[in-house]
């Protein structure tokens, strides 16, 4: 079938669905929105919604990137607004059909806002705070068509990149990257079209094609998101790289993490094949390009080029020395193009738009957008996407909201282990792949977790290398070693023990680490504590010096004290929910931590009810008064 | 365990380079990679036990000692942590009476950590089985154990 044929098909389904009287019901059930309970909701709206079929129909869709909103959905009702509901619960479920499924009512006071009509009675969503400052071009489709529908992603313009792309002879493609300047968005950001190229003028009758979905950072989760939500962009850029390459075999590596990202894909895979757009002779031409799906096995250092075709292959995943590169000789010794998730789906887009649509968009050296998955303490959690020039400033307070609770921004941590802890002078930063570099953190995985003054830098720069020194592959010994070392000595810190030398050898280490290792894992795991060290020394000097923790958060220098002129002797909530049994009552009734036996587990903080907010944290611990640090010893009677 | 595992080495025959993929097959047939199952596979593909050993303890996924009904999965990554995800295991520590990595004796449940689960945003997060649980507390813990402990 000619593609024309295939658009047209796909283009009758979506407008029999949109045109017409029904009511389409979207319901966001991405793994965030799962975690949120949006299955119950699906259950709960298919069942109100039986027996009025041909009236409303029910869609799976992915994530909108509005993960503190989720459960989500969204009623599109023809000839009305289109209405987005949060915190949708299965409770609610019957009011919204029959509110505005059934009858006229959009219960706009159960609403986010519209995303179609509404005018003065209803927030328009795009021109919130939150979705006015984004671009929003990789995730243009995700949370409004169904990854479950191949004619969804056909309608709005899918596979047409692929099918020019048949026409053009694989120099032209190249040239048309080159110009777009589109970069690898895998963290590094090396040119993509210079991957593309030396991939493509390696002399091989075998190629193959890898598309990197190992997203390995703890706390990014674009990748995951795109293939949940629109699996094909991914597929088509994919099939794109195979031809101009020369592959006929792609793969698409996978954390085995993301269960509900492999099934996507699987049907994805098996739609595109039915329709003709993947598999023997492509659109009847004569490429023709198969997929393959690999479930990574849990280890971080596979996202590692090197060390993931070491995976494909049936071995350990071992980074590799490069050059030789993939491209020269990669999997099976034969030329091997692999690229990031999010690279890959910007390729049909820079095809179908030209590359003066991308070129325009970002910054002269860093163009297109950057996509972030913001965590942390913001009011807004979810994922963010960008132009690139954008400061980090725009995305922690208007996108983001500001800090949850009206808490202070203490630091923003972005790309993950390998990059950087930025603080508050540095908010101004322009996103883009130099500005970063420049200021010690990366562009990376696009991972931002932003910290507010209840979060120490000293544990998270622990945290992190104790992430890579468990994950570390062994084959280093400056990274299996080194990690070990750097974190026992931010152990040491956290807990009160070093001294202004354990600063230094941390310094001194970190730089060797960086030295010695082959990988940019190992490389740049030393990234977090040399930023935290570079920007928040204070906050070190006061572990090391003081036995204080600013933050009040790492355990041993830190004590839970309940203020006994807030304490209110009825209550007894502490006492019950202490797992150690650390809080006892004093003669007045009121109640009291034994530090001897407190876990400090927090328990008794997360209990105490708001009216009497008697749990505090005190760090150093000696600023416990000493008549409240343990229990009497009752004297023991004579008899 | 003969037929199970005979169906998973003739999918696959002697393709050597689908390790990986056999040993994630043997463990979602028996919930962790059992010593038999190992051995039996180095034989009939001809890979070294020791290869197929050095595989199975480099990934993170694979476990060799049995597992529980129930598998509990903290996630301990980057935004998890920062919202006191690891409050949250230890509270299962205490509550299931075993520790990480480990399963309770009834093997009902075996209690894992994960760096990520990519639901960062509704963090901190706990999947037991194939449902997750977001915005944990410790309150939570016990009355999210509850439904699976008969």
Known sequence: MTFRKIDLVSRQNWQSLYNGEIIHILVGTATCGRAAGSMAVLEAIRREIAGLEGKARVSEVGCMGLCSYEPLVVIVKPGDFSVCYHHVTPLIVPQLVEGYVKGDDPCLDLALGTVAGGGDEAVYIPELDLFKHQARVLLRNCGYNSPLEIDHYIACGGYRGLSSTLEMKPAQIIRKLEKSGLRGRGGAGFPTATKWAACSQTKGKTKYVICNADEGDPGAFMDRVLLESDPHAVIEGLIIAGYTVGAGQGYIYVREEYPLAIERLEMALKQAKEKGLLGRKILGLGFSFKIEIIKGAGAFVSGEETAMIAAIEGRRSWPEHRPPYPAEAGLWGKPTLVNNVKTLAYVPLIIQNGSDWFAGIGTGNSPGTALFALAGKLENTGLAEVPMGTSLRTLVYDIGGGIKKGGRFKAVQIGGPSGGCLPEGLLDTPIDFDSLKGAGAIMGSGGVIVMDEDNCVVDTARFFIDFSRQESCGKCTHCRIGAHHLFSILDDVTKGKGSLKSLEALQALAEDIREGSLCGLGKMATNPALTTLRYFRAEYESHVLEQRCPARVCKELTAYYILPDKCYKGCDHCVLACPAEAVFSDEQGLKVVDQVKCTKCGSCELVCPAEYNAVIRLSPVSLVPENRRTKPQTPVKEP | ?150
């Open chain 2, 1 to 150: 365990m003969k037929d199970g595992l005979s169906v998973i080495l003739k999918k696959y025959g002697k393709d050597k380079s689908q390790l990986v993929s056999i040993l994630q097959d043997i463990q979602a047939e028996y919930n962790y990679l059992p010593r038999e199952a190992l051995e039996k596979l180095s034989k009939k593909m001809d890979i070294p036990q020791s290869h197929v050993y050095s595989m199975a303890t480099f990934f993170r996924a694979f476990s060799l000692n049995k597992r529980g009904k129930h598998i509990v999965n903290v996630c301990l990554g980057t935004a998890c942590h920062v919202r006191g995800g690891e409050l949250i295991l230890e509270s299962l520590e205490r509550q299931l009476g075993v520790g990480r990595g480990q399963t309770t004796p009834d093997l009902k449940f075996t209690l894992e950590s994960v760096n990520c689960m990519g639901c960062c945003a509704t963090g901190p997060v706990v999947k037991i089985g194939e449902e997750y649980f977001g915005h944990m507390t410790n309150d939570k813990v016990e009355p999210m154990l509850k439904k699976y402990r008969e």
